[in-house]
């Protein structure tokens, strides 16, 4: 079944709130998100800052120890302009480095979809004319955590929230733990463009069209988000420092290899060894992101 949801309301933080739209496992949810300052596809500012979410979706089934899987089937502007901060993030950086910015203006981008590029609407020096390829994203979605928690969309955990993983894109499969009735899943933060870590603390935000398909798999318990596009399996840990979240990345992979892929720890440890690829997400917020990947041409049977 199709279901065309309008959303009226937004929230700042991940967590079990009331349901806005009841769906089954099998379901696609055609709808739209806000930017990440809470502006629309016609820049009206409708909702809060901070990577407002669209949601909670109540998906018929899920209950605690289930895993919520959800194909991104289209992720798009509904809008031409977007913005960026040029700013590196102090942390990225060493202390004291001179290169740091103290102070800078959002810059403003404008799309061209015919194109498929971004490019900067002014800006100083270099700044001016620069142009990257539009290339859609969601920054944060996620699960509703347990114990009635509501958890800001400025940082992430087991159950999603503010990833900033690039790789989060159409045609891309997320799988997320589920820890209530109905899981409640969130999204919002779209990035027209985004490199490695969103070390500016945005990438070019945007509002988006968004539509997806949930599918509840009934009594499979994960730990920590994952992923799968055409090429690689993936698998998200978040955390500070950021070798706790490769910790919960890499474990979480092995667990993955053993329980699905037929491998013992052995061979599972030999095979991730061998062939493990690392992503960094976001390493701006509180919590870092760190992507532990395989290509699928290395799995048994692949």
Not at 106 to 123: H, I, K, N, W
Not at 190 to 208: F, N
């Amino acid at each position: 079944m199709e279901h065309r949801f309008s959303p009226t309301t937004y929230h700042a933080t991940i967590g079990s709130h009331e349901p806005v739209l009841t769906v089954g496992s099998g379901d696609t949810v055609v709808t739209t998100t806000i930017d990440a300052g809470g502006w629309d596809a016609n820049g009206d500012q409708i909702g809060p800052r901070g990577n407002p979410q669209t949601g909670p979706i109540f998906v018929e089934g899920a209950e605690l120890g289930d895993t919520l899987k959800v194909k991104f089937d289209r992720i798009w502007p509904n809008r031409d302009h977007g913005f960026c901060s040029p700013r590196i993030a102090p942390h990225v950086l060493e202390p004291g480095d001179p290169s740091n910015v103290t102070e800078a203006e959002r810059l403003q981008f404008r799309l061209d979809f015919e194109s498929g590029a971004a490019t900067v609407d002014g800006g100083p020096g270099a700044m001016a004319g620069l142009t990257v390829p539009i290339q859609p994203m969601l920054g944060c979605f996620g699960t509703a955590p347990a114990r009635g928690q509501a958890i800001s969309t400025a940082t992430s955990g087991p159950y999603g929230g503010n990833m900033d993983y690039k790789g989060f894109a159409p045609g891309v499969t997320a799988y997320l733990p589920v820890f209530v009735e109905g899981a409640l899943f969130h999204l919002g933060d779209g990035h027209a463009w985004q490199a490695d870590g969103e070390i500016l603390g945005t990438g070019i935000e945007i509002s988006m069209d968004v539509v997806l398909t949930v599918e509840v798999l009934k009594g499979k318990e994960i730990g920590w988000p994952r992923g799968e596009n055409d090429e690689y399996i993936f698998t998200a840990g978040n955390a500070r420092p950021l070798d706790q979240a490769t910790q919960h990345a890499s474990s979480e992979m092995l667990r993955w290899l053993q329980a699905d892929y037929g491998l013992d720890a052995a061979e599972a440890d030999f095979l991730l060894g061998m062939h493990v690829e690392y992503d960094v997400g976001n390493f701006f917020d509180p919590a870092f992101t760190m992507i532990c990947k395989l290509a699928k041409s290395v799995l048994p049977g692949g």
